[in-house]
């Protein structure tokens, strides 16, 4: 029986997620057909229509608005690439209707609107899904294999660094909005989500954030004002005692960096950017002495990628790969399709859950929300939104 699948927004990413669907079935991993795509703007909606047909065969159905695409068609799932403010709407309808959802990150604009979203999805018994991309990532993989294997002994210190950007506009000027998230929001909660992903709960955060650019340029020239965070320094304490130090500089000039590093007893693990396929670099700690160690794979003999992964890169077992960056994330986002729709199937939990989803959200306005309160705070508080300025501040200026 045929899983029938609708996008909704059909702007840059979605365009991304159609380029996903053609490697999954190039691969022979395609385990749904894209039925139909929604847009408000009639230019993005024939674009996605010519997209999907020149790539996947066969041309979607076409709706301006989601109301009328679930009332003319039967889908057991949708992909919402919508900008964050309308995450919830789309899949509150789509929950009401039946249909499953997975959504792209962040999960929601706010985290109480992403905790209604979670218990909705659970009322209605349907699957919610958020897309994170990093942490499908092969190279990500095979260090959270060894990770967890122990060759770095027991963790105690995570570092998560990057800096670049300058002062320009990064992919939309929407980005760079506090009332649609912002890009601290945006691109940190790929950050909180690796960094769990690795090393388990985090419990505890505290940060301190500014607006550098307070105007950014795109690449036409044109001006575009800015209310959003572009800098954030934080720590955060994982539940199990280790520490992560976190800074996301967007606004870096000069040279760039990225840096992730996890510290063990028994040595260290450098992980590179992702989407990069750069290896691994492992140094243990033997008899007082730093020995590097080349062979990642002869310490995790039992590793080996799941069946679309390897499919996708082209190997089960890999601790290096060369591909170009655009087949890397069209990689990615086929992985997440295709365990969305697996989960569906088989009616257990996706990767990615609305949870997993929620608490990466929440600990990066933790770091937002604690500057404001002077204080360290809990991931727990930060779910119960009892004292939450940042975005209570977000809150009413959409009310505005």
Not at 176 to 199: C, P
Not at 267 to 282: E, N, Q
Not at 298 to 313: K, M, Q
Request: with cysteine.
């Amino acid at each position: 029986m045929s899983f029938a699948m609708g996008l909704i927004g059909c702007g840059v990413m979605g365009r991304r997620h159609v380029i996903g669907m053609k490697q999954l079935k190039a691969a022979g991993k395609l385990n749904f057909d894209l039925v139909a795509v929604c847009d408000i703007m009639p230019e993005n909606l024939q674009k996605m229509g010519d997209h999907a047909e020149e790539l996947l065969g066969s041309r979607p159905q076409q709706f301006a608005d989601f109301d009328s695409m679930i009332k003319s068609v039967k889908l057991d799932g949708i992909i919402v690439t919508t900008s964050p403010e309308m995450h919830v709407d789309v899949a509150l309808k789509a929950f009401d209707a039946g249909i499953h959802v997975m959504v792209e990150k962040p999960i929601t604009l706010t985290v109480s609107e992403g905790v209604r979203l979670v218990d909705a999805g659970k009322k209605a018994n349907r699957k919610l899904a958020v897309a994170e991309n990093y942490r499908r990532d092969p190279i990500n993989r095979l260090g959270k294999a060894l990770v967890d294997s122990g060759a770095i002994g027991t963790p105690f210190l995570a570092t998560q660094e990057s800096s670049g950007g300058g002062e320009f506009v990064i992919i939309t000027p929407w980005r760079h909005r506090k009332d649609r998230g912002g890009i601290v929001i945006d691109m940190g909660v790929h950050y909180t989500d690796i960094l769990e992903f690795y090393l388990g709960p985090i419990s505890t955060v505290v940060g301190m954030n500014a607006i550098i650019d307070k105007q950014r340029t795109d690449q036409q020239g044109k001006s575009h004002p800015v209310d959003a965070e572009d800098l954030s320094v934080g720590v955060m304490r994982f539940e199990s005692g280790a520490i992560a130090n976190w800074l996301l500089n967007i606004a870096g000039r000069g040279e760039g960096s990225f840096s992730r590093m996890i510290y063990g007893t028994g040595g260290s693990l450098a992980i590179p950017g992702d989407r990069t396929g750069k290896a691994l670099r492992l140094v243990q700690r033997r008899d007082g002495k730093d020995v590097p160690v080349d062979d990642l794979l002869s310490l995790v003999p039992d590793f080996h990628l799941d069946d679309v992964t390897a499919a996708l890169f082209k190997g089960d077992r890999l601790a290096t790969y060369d591909m170009v960056w655009a087949d890397i994330d069209a990689n990615l986002l086929g992985i997440e399709q295709a365990d969305f729709v697996d989960a569906v199937i088989n009616n257990r939990e996706p990767e990615v859950t609305g949870e997993q989803g929620l608490r990466s959200l929440a600990l990066v306005f933790g770091l937002l929300e604690s500057e404001l309160l002077k204080r360290m705070i809990t991931l727990d508080e930060v779910l119960e939104g009892n004292d939450a300025p940042y975005q209570a501040d977000i809150e009413r200026s959409l009310k505005a």
